[in-house]
């Protein structure tokens, strides 16, 4: 190798290490204040899954989702059938929903800002406000794959909210409320 | 070769993900997330649609194959790790910040700004490109995405002693949220097995125990073959605890593993197989001809 070459390796060499160190310090300095304040910052994850562990007295709500069909027959409806992107975030969403989490943004969607304003604030939106129309494109998704004349065909989505909380391992199924949403 | 395999997985994933469907939701329920919340509303407006989702769709698996063949690999790995980086912020912005696809975005990144397409690719191929000379080239970028995704377990452990502190071991603990996580149709999977675990209340400190002392050995894989052996294998098995116990499964983590695998040993193993398989087969073939000639 001549002189040169080395010469020019030696320069590709060291252009790759400050790259790298870049790199290194681009991706691990956020993930690292992630970590520090356990905090998530999208896109750098404090890997905050399952840190708070399971309280059994604390008890839990949780959500089934089901749709009644045109001829009356109520049936399951698992929403990650209908929206597969939602691949492991489809019950933090129908909570999120049920929260409305939405509004409660530094800067909501402008839609929701005029819900809020309509309201007199976010204390006195009713809980599930957008709920309904979440409902709906679900029942419509569904709908779309099945032919007009389908006996299937939805006309209505409900959303059955039940709690556990007997502080044992059993008597999992109190329902507290349900929301219906008509097509 | 980490490059194919990873971008090849994503591209999988999304091929089987219907984006015109998640087009169909109410942008109202939406929460954009971190680095998210920087697009404006109308922004989101425009793109969630039918329409919309269907060129980003369009869009990302264009590059994401130019990507997983290594054509044009320092534009196209470059603009799936951002595609793909923006489809995982718009999932989030659903739902929760979940962090299993998380290290498959960051190995993204890595291969992006790292001479990824030097060796197994297109490029190199069509190009007669000379691989680079020097270890560290090559040698760091898989130093480093073994270190993401090792940190990605690592983290998790002492987090999870931060806030919980030691009543994580409480025998309550694990079938408790693996039951809050089977109670609802809402998941992914509706497997009703942590409907045993009570059961097994007893041993259940000790299994999370052994969960979090794997976590915080993980960055042992790493640097020992041995270590990896051990740990790797491990956590097929606690992911697909998590699967069939929890519904909660993280299959971009289990994809990344391929982080560790020595490609080019693997791949000159399997010549070496497929060599010595061949000679067999000549060798047989030889012995056939002989056969022939002594009975002619």
Known sequence: MTERAQALNATRERYLLTRYAALTVALFVPLLLAFALVRNFYPFAASTVMMAGGDLQAGRTYYVMRGETSTGESIDLSPIELTNALSGR??????????????RLSSPHPA????????????????????????????TIYNLRLSPSSPQRLQAVILDCYRWDSGRYSDYQHLVQSWRAEL | MIRAVICSFVLYEILLTDFIDLGRLPITVMRPQGAM??????????LLTPGGMLIFKCVLIISLIGATVGYLTSITTKSAALLFLFFEGLVRSFGHFN????????????????????AFSLDSWLRHARAR??????????????????????????????????????????????????????HDTHYKLAFWLPKFRGVMPFVVAAVVLWELLFPL??????????????????????????NVFFPFHLAAYAVFIDWPRLVSRISAVRLFQKGKGLRGK???????????
């Not at chain 1, 933090?92 to 989490?101: Q, R």
């Not at chain 2, 919340?37 to 425009?46: C, E, N, S, T």
């Not at chain 2, 696809?101 to 001479?115: D, G, Q, R």
């Not at chain 2, 790493?222 to 606690?238: C, D, M, T």
């Open chain 1, 90 to 103: 489809a019950w933090s969403l129908v909570g999120g929903t049920v929260t409305n989490k939405s509004f």
């Open chain 2, 286 to 296: 030889a012995r056939n001809i002989n056969a022939v000639i002594r009975t002619d």
């Open chain 1, 112 to 139: 929701n800002v005029v819900l809020l304003e309509a309201a007199g604030g976010i204390e006195k939106l009713p809980p599930a406000s957008r709920l309904p129309d979440l409902l709906r494109s679900w029942g």
């Open chain 2, 99 to 118: 962090h299993d696809e998380m290290p498959v975005v960051y190995i993204l990144f890595v291969l992006a700004f790292t001479p990824s397409g030097d």
């Open chain 2, 37 to 46: 919340q920087l697009l404006p509303w109308r922004f989101y407006d425009v």
């Open chain 2, 133 to 186: 000379t020097g270890d560290i080239a090559y040698g760091y970028p898989i130093l480093l995405m073994r270190s993401l995704l090792a940190w990605s377990y690592f983290s998790s452990a002492p987090i999870k002693l931060r806030v919980a502190g030691l009543g994580y071991f409480r025998p309550d603990n694990l079938p408790t949220l693996a039951i809050m996580h089977s109670l609802d149709n809402l």
């Open chain 2, 221 to 246: 894989a790493i640097f020992s073959k041995l270590a990896r052996r051990v740990i790797l294998p491990f956590g097929i098995v606690f992911h697909l605890g998590t699967l069939f116990f929890m």
